[in-house]
């Protein structure tokens, strides 16, 4: 079943998700690494504002290609997730509602997802020119001097993610292998 | 001596770069439609249509296949009888490396010191070369950028003499299942055995320019590359980890002489954008 869901999320619709859902994403997301994490969690713990607000908000683990002449943005996909483990359960407390990456969790994350009533959503790595027809607007907004890891604003329609860890701790990377182990 | 100017292999390196990152080779893409036939999963089989439509976009888009295009390994077959003029070798790849990701629109994700300031050097160099000196007047060369996802889960271990056939597989098998989802299934296995504590690390990377599907050509390395992969495809791991039947692509084996009391081995985990060109001057 495939699902639509816009930017911020309530928590209202992120108790309709199952891990294993299509879900086709609309609205605003922040893109963040592993630099951009650590100024982050910085600047939460200095007390200093975000360059973006949190609440509902959905995090993007992406780094783009640079877009060349006329493209909104190059080929962009989702980076391994559980390097930003350590950093996860801070912005989840702060408001984060949705990460979009790929590759499984830790415990700590998972049950910092349930906590906060949240979702982990994995988009196809390895798919970053098809994924990149989904995104229609691409802004730094923060941290430029990271490169490829700056902060871009993106403005997606219709982006497909599947819901990998839901709010009730379901894990697709854990269940989903085992109806196919021989 | 046969002369070659560097400004060729500039020419060529660049070029080389923008190939691998736009089109997929054609035994991947071969491999990958096999597999979204075969894979059980219903999930799984979308994601490997997902990965075929995607090659097929960015070879009409002139668009990366992945928006990590990768640390750029560079391998170089240098005839003995060639001499190499009008620049230092390396500064000629490393140029056309910069020129290419520049030109191509690629990422740069190259940090000038791994642990301390971690700086972006903005070009995507250095690269790592690697040659070797051969018989012949050729220079062959042979460019795969990788990505950090797979690179940073491939692992070496000094096995023992008698761990045997037995230890390499176990080995591989723990590689790919602590692998997992995050560097992005359907794998490619490269595999180095023998040599030493750094030549197999080197073995297992040079096998991933092997076509998928071409066994070695020593048939007790190709049973084992066999058996390997289907062992692998029964973990259930599936394409981006949640699950299915399609876990690898291929496994392929490298293997060399080593010290009386070592049994190296090394895995080279490759994402299945398993990107590589070459061409020979």
Known sequence: ?182 | MRQIEADLIKKAVKNLCLEANFYLRKDVLEALKKASQSEESLLGKDILQIIIKNAELAAEKKLPLCQDTGSTSVFLEIGQEVNIVGQSLEEAVNEGVRQGYKQGFLRNSMVNDPLFRRQNTADNTPALVYSEVVPGDNLRIRVMPKGAGCDNVSRLKMLKPGDGVAGVKKFILETVKNANGRACPPLVVGVGIGGSFEMAPLLAKKSLFRKLGEPHPDQKVSRLEEELLNEINRLGIGPMGIGGTVTALGVAIEITASHIASLPVAADISCHSLRSAETKL
Do not use: C, W
């Open chain 1, 1 to 182: 079943m495939v699902k639509k869901l816009k930017t911020p999320l309530s928590e209202a619709e992120i108790y309709t998700l199952k891990i294993g859902d299509r879900v086709l994403l609309s609205g605003v997301v922040y893109t963040a690494r592993d630099q951009t994490h650590k100024r982050l969690v910085e600047a939460l713990k200095k007390g200093k504002h975000l360059p973006f607000p949190l609440k509902g908000q959905v995090l993007f683990y992406a780094g783009p290609t640079p877009a060349s002449a006329g493209k909104v943005v190059g080929s962009i996909g989702p980076t391994t997730a559980s390097r930003l483990d350590s950093y996860t359960p801070l912005l989840l407390e702060r408001g984060l509602k949705g990460m979009i990456g790929k590759g499984s969790r830790s415990p700590e994350v998972k049950e910092a997802i349930k906590e906060n009533s949240a979702v982990y959503f994995l988009a196809v790595g390895g798919a970053g020119a098809y994924l990149a027809e989904y995104v229609k607007k691409a802004e730094v907004i923060a941290y430029e001097d990271l490169g490829p890891e700056a902060v871009y604003k993106l403005e997606v329609r219709d982006f497909p993610v599947i819901v990998a860890i839901d709010a009730f701790s379901s894990d697709l990377f854990q269940e989903g292998p085992l109806k196919y182990q021989r």
